[in-house]
């Protein structure tokens, strides 16, 4: 189901969060719309390929993408990426740190003079006049990961960073309640994100954007100031990663 979460005139964001099949992890897609223009967010899958196509037609002739963004690496994130090109002119943003991955999503010719080549420290764009951020998160969770962040809605797409893993029987898709909300944030965060010292940084980071809603890839988002504030301070002292290894002592050779 396409759910708008913003909307000013000229400016619009589309949710998707229902495309992904029955048994897969549940996964966000999301869409820009500014002007004539749009920017598709971590398009995921063949699978959802060619519904997420039917459903952007609704609000935007596909062809009309002008950017693909992928956060990271991950196959969720980008492996439906050949139909895209082959029905858009739209520039694929990727982490420059993976750049050499391309084309282990989609045809190597298909690529030529169409890759934004995100640095280390971010960079901005404009989508038909309106300005986007793309900030670092890296290791948040992938080595070269890169959030949005769009100053006209004040939304961050924080990729992987907030993900929450939902019974299917309690699936909600804003957070009512932050401290009930945890548990299906703890167990994701404490495995797949690497150390809480690059939390406490971007945590330091994200205080300095004017941020209304943080949106993740995968879950409920955060909506409001308040919790906002809530989740960043969650993530400023989270311990993580490879600040557990000794209370999960893996490195062991299996008898």
């Not at 100053?151 to 939902?166: E, M, V």
């Not at 994701?188 to 406490?200: D, V």
């Not at 960043?232 to 557990?244: E, M, S, T, Y």
Request: with cysteine.
């Amino acid at each position: 189901m396409a759910i708008e979460i913003f909307n000013h005139g000229a400016h619009r964001i589309i949710r998707f969060d229902d495309l992904t099949e029955p048994g897969d992890v549940q996964a966000n897609q999301f869409l820009i719309i500014h002007g004539e223009k749009g920017m598709l967010l971590d398009p995921g899958g063949n699978k959802m390929f060619s519904k997420l196509v039917a459903e952007i037609s609704k609000f935007i002739p596909p062809q009309k993408l002008e950017y693909l963004f992928l956060s990271h690496q991950d196959p969720d994130v980008g492996a439906g990426l050949n139909g895209y090109l082959l029905i858009t002119d739209a520039k694929i943003c990727f982490p420059e740190v993976w750049e050499r991955f391309i084309p282990s999503f989609c045809t190597k010719s298909f690529v030529k003079d169409r890759v934004v080549a995100i640095p280390d420290r971010g960079m901005r764009l404009k989508l038909d006049g309106a300005e986007i951020v793309l900030v670092p998160a890296h290791f948040l969770h992938s080595p070269g990961n890169i959030q949005v962040y769009d100053p006209t809605s004040k939304t961050l797409f924080s990729g992987d960073l907030g993900a929450s893993l939902l019974p299917f029987d309690n699936a909600y898709a804003i957070v009512g309640d932050f401290g009930a909300h945890v548990k299906y944030m703890d167990g994701f965060h404490r495995r797949y994100i690497t150390s809480g010292q690059a939390c406490a940084r971007w945590a330091t980071m994200a205080r300095a954007l004017d941020i209304e809603r943080i949106v993740p890839q995968h879950g409920a988002l955060f909506e409001g100031k308040a919790m906002v504030a809530q989740f960043i301070d969650w993530i400023a002292q989270l311990k993580c990663g490879v600040d557990l290894l000794a209370e999960q002592n893996w490195y062991q050779i299996p008898k």
